[in-house]
């Protein structure tokens, strides 16, 4: 019977099972679609992430079709004398396909997530053309093969997850000029709307690191003074700032704070084209997402960008002026500027001195244009420190006294997961999992020696997205990680050989190198050789494209 006739129920059927099978694909294609939005819908970031990885997850995929596709044709090997064109028993073998495919899905799903993937209106619509897609290529597979490969009948739909990796990427490309056009109706309303705050006082704030916890830390202080807005989490993006801007900003506030994120050049230029911040931090620069970046010169351009987009007549930059690449900047700025260090500096603007940093946070003296005042906080590391100068010299500079100031670091709380304190079980916990630099993994080894009593033990997955940098790297993070940890616990492969040759070079014990391919791994080996008042540091934790 002709494939197409209209009396032709296997037609009927074939379209049911292509749909079907394009909405399975759908969550089956769950990491793709992840890692595509993690990349900020960038397609060079989803191809570092098929390179980083090895493409380990297509062999998931390539395993999943494989068995299926076994599966499929034995059974029809087996039932061929029982099975006619109109045989029912000809969909058998789909059975197995099925049971692999949710078996897949569910265990994708259950698998540990550092940010899960966002189900927003772009994603949606990202997925109801991928279901299109493969609903469409499903057929046609299923038609080729019944009309000239009658043996495999519909056995073909196996290799369908195959598809995947290319087929989610060109799902995106399909909507990209669809999506271009949605983001600028976007970025009008938010335009439109800051023009009604004639008054607002907009800051930007931008670094490879550094800016989440700048951002909150200036929050609290100008809440001293100010009705603040500031950006959730970390909104970084064109539609996490529009979002900020139409959602979260109300009349009734004095101060927007944004954090502005960035993976190649012109994203910083990008985001103050639709912010038009007056006041911008620079946290720091360094090689953090190299990767993409290509090189730290392009790093230093694009950071400098929210500098270059601050009015020239009542604009303010303040510069990190412990950052070699942010001093440098700050001698090329020909607008209002200013600069902080953490030790005394007359030409800063602001400084610390006498500073005590303790495993229960830092007293100093915050000295402000020449202003002094005694500060307590319980946030640990020095890093923290240069991130409370930075906030407190715009503070000053937008009319908060430095009682205020005082009084708002005071109530500063460690932010989850950046070098966070917890006691658990007689354990000391130091939680510095979000992310981790060069810099700020040296501060958290400053504040982890500060503990003093049982072991400590180090769980860390090394430093990733540094590019040409990042064996270099680790192994210089091994060789200083002996110097402090009892024990080390690497999570993943990825850095293991860089941070063991580096551990080993400085005749770290090698029986208190423990490899292990998970955090959850991690946390069990962590009961097996902890006692009461060991240290436990979780330095980074590995971004989900790299799991």
Request: hydrophobic share 40%.
């Amino acid at each position: 019977m002709y494939f197409f006739d209209p009396e032709n129920p296997n037609l009927y059927i074939s379209i049911a099972l292509s749909i079907i099978n394009g909405v399975m694909l759908c969550f089956c294609g769950y990491k793709f679609l992840h890692m595509l939005q993690l990349s900020g819908y960038k397609i060079q970031g989803y191809k570092i992430w098929l390179k980083d990885t090895h493409a380990k997850y297509i062999l998931r995929i390539a395993m999943l079709s494989l068995m299926s596709l076994i599966c499929m044709l034995v059974t029809v090997a087996l039932f061929d004398s029982y099975i006619s064109e109109q045989s029912y028993l000809a969909y058998l073998g789909l059975i197995f396909y099925l049971i692999f495919m949710i078996v897949f899905i569910v265990n994708m799903y259950n698998a540990p997530k550092k940010t899960p993937l966002v189900q927003t209106h772009r994603m949606t619509r990202l997925c109801i053309m991928l279901g299109l897609i493969m609903a469409g290529l499903t057929f046609i597979l299923i038609y080729v093969t019944t009309e000239f490969i009658p043996f495999v009948r519909f056995s073909s739909i196996a290799i369908t997850p195959l598809l995947l990796p290319i087929t989610v990427p060109i799902a995106h490309g399909i909507l990209v000029p669809f999506e271009n056009l949605n983001s600028l109706r976007y970025i009008f309303f938010a335009r439109k709307k800051l023009k009604k705050f004639n008054n607002l006082i907009k800051i930007a704030i931008t670094g490879s690191y550094g800016k989440t916890s700048t951002k909150y830390i200036l929050n609290t202080i100008l809440s001293k003074k100010f009705n603040v807005c500031v950006s959730p989490h970390s909104y970084n993006t064109p539609m996490g700032i529009t979002k900020v801007i139409l959602d979260y900003l109300k009349p009734s506030h004095n101060v927007l704070i944004t954090e502005m994120g960035a993976k190649q050049i012109g994203d910083i230029k990008y985001l103050c084209d639709i912010v038009k911040p007056q006041y911008g931090i620079l946290t720091s620069i360094g090689n953090q997402h190299l990767a993409t970046f290509g090189t730290l010169e392009n790093i230093v351009k694009t950071k400098n960008e929210l500098i270059l987009s601050l009015p020239k007549e009542n604009g303010l930059a303040v510069f990190n002026g412990e950052n070699e690449k942010c001093k440098e900047l700050y001698e090329k700025c020909t607008i209002n500027k200013i600069f902080i260090k953490i030790d005394k500096d007359d030409k800063a603007y602001a400084y610390a001195k006498n500073i005590k940093i303790t495993n229960r946070g830092i007293e100093f003296i915050l000295v402000i244009d020449k202003n002094e005042v005694e500060c307590k906080t319980k946030l640990l590391g020095k890093h923290n420190l240069q991130n409370i100068l930075l906030c407190s010299a715009l503070s000053y500079k937008l009319g908060l006294t430095l009682e205020e100031i005082k009084l708002g670091i005071a109530k500063l709380e460690p932010i989850n997961h950046r070098l966070e304190l917890k006691k658990e079980n007689g354990l000391t916990i130091l939680d510095d999992s979000y992310n981790s630099n060069v810099d700020g993994y040296k501060s958290a080894l400053e504040v982890i020696k500060l503990f003093k009593g049982g072991k400590k033990i180090i769980v860390t997955p090394g430093l990733v997205e540094l590019g040409n940098k990042e064996n270099e790297e680790n192994y210089n993070f091994g060789k200083n990680l002996a110097k402090v940890a009892d024990y080390v616990i690497i999570v993943n492969n990825t850095n293991y050989e860089q941070i063991y040759n580096g551990l080993i070079s400085e005749n770290f014990n090698t029986n208190n190198i423990i490899a292990v391919s998970s955090i959850i791994e991690a946390k069990l080996k962590i009961k097996e050789i902890a006692r009461k008042n060991d240290i436990i540091l979780f330095e980074n934790d590995l971004p989900d494209n790299y799991v």
